[in-house]
T-cell receptor
Framework: GDSVTQKEGLVTLTEGLPVMLNCTYQ???????LFWYVHYLNESPRLLLK?????KRTEHQGFHATLHKSSSSFHLQKSSAQLSDSALYYC???????????FGLGTRVSVFP | GPKVLQIPSHQIIDMGQMVTLNCDPV?????FYWYKQILGQQMEFLVN????????KSKLFKDQFSVERPDGSYFTLKIQPTALEDSAVYFC?????????????FGPGTRLTVL
C-alpha cells in the first residue's frame, strides 16, 4: 500500500533560521496528491498546504513546498522560523483511487528564541 | 474557519464494553471520515462515509466497528465490544468534495482508553 516517510521526528531550531521538513512517499498509482497538516497542542490538525502539479511550488502562510515526482518528495520549507511555528507537522498522501489519507509519523518542530 | 467538533474529548471504559464516539462535522460537508492514532504511531484511515453508506474502509475497520449518521445528527463511530488494542486517539474529519485535492477538516480527537 501507500506510505509516507518523514525522517525527522524532532527538529529544534532558533527563531529566524530556515527550516526544512522532509517528506517522501511511495504509491503504485499514477497520481499522488500531497498535503501538509499542522497540529498545535490541544487543537485540531489543519491543512497548511497542498501540492499542485509536478515541479510547481505551492505557498501558504510563509511555508512552501514543491512536489517532485522524480524523487517522490514534497518537502516543507520556511525561510525564517517563528516561535509560533512550534507544532507537529504531518505529511499526508492520497492516491487517485483512495479517499482516505496516508499519513507520515509527523515531525515535531520546536522553535526557540 | 470551519470546525469539526468531537465529543467526548476523553473516554475511559472497560474492555468488552461498548463505546460511541461522536463527531459534529462541518455543516455543509457531505463526506465523513474516521482515523485512528495509537500513541507514537501515525494517524491511520479507518473509514469513509457518504449518503448513509460506507464508501471505503481499511483493514483496521474491524467487524466490531460501525458508523452511522442518523438524519443529519452526529456522525458516530461505535465499537462493540472494545478490546485493549482499541486504545488510541480517534480523529473525525469531513469534506465537501471527494478525492484529488479535496481538503479534509479534522476534529481535535477523542482519546479512548480501554482498560
Amino acid at each position: 500500500g501507500d506510505s509516507v516517510t518523514q525522517k525527522e521526528g524532532l527538529v529544534t531550531l532558533t527563531e529566524g533560521l530556515p527550516v526544512m521538513l522532509n517528506c517522501t512517499y511511495q504509491t503504485i498509482y499514477s497520481n499522488a496528491f500531497l498535503f501538509w497538516y499542522v497540529h498545535y497542542l490541544n487543537e485540531s490538525p489543519r491543512l497548511l498546504l497542498k501540492s499542485s502539479t509536478d515541479n510547481k511550488r505551492t505557498e501558504h502562510q510563509g511555508f512552501h513546498a514543491t512536489l517532485h515526482k522524480s524523487s517522490s518528495s514534497f518537502h516543507l520549507q520556511k525561510s525564517s522560523a517563528q516561535l509560533s511555528d512550534s507544532a507537529l507537522y504531518y505529511c499526508a498522501l492520497r492516491n487517485n483511487y483512495a479517499q482516505g489519507l496516508t499519513f507520515g509519523l509527523g515531525t515535531r518542530v520546536s522553535v526557540f528564541p | 474557519g470551519p470546525k469539526v467538533l468531537q465529543i467526548p474529548s476523553h473516554q475511559i471504559i472497560d474492555m468488552g464494553q461498548m463505546v460511541t464516539l461522536n463527531c459534529d462535522p462541518v455543516s455543509n460537508h457531505l463526506y465523513f471520515y474516521w482515523y485512528k492514532q495509537i500513541l507514537g504511531q501515525q494517524m491511520e484511515f479507518l473509514v469513509n462515509f457518504y449518503n448513509g453508506k460506507v464508501m471505503e474502509k481499511s483493514k483496521l475497520f474491524k467487524d466490531q466497528f460501525s458508523v452511522e449518521r442518523p438524519d443529519g445528527s452526529y456522525f458516530t463511530l461505535k465499537i462493540q465490544p472494545t478490546a485493549l488494542e482499541d486504545s488510541a486517539v480517534y480523529f473525525c474529519a469531513s469534506s465537501f468534495r471527494l478525492g484529488g485535492y479535496a481538503e479534509q477538516f479534522f476534529g481535535p480527537g477523542t482519546r479512548l482508553t480501554v482498560l
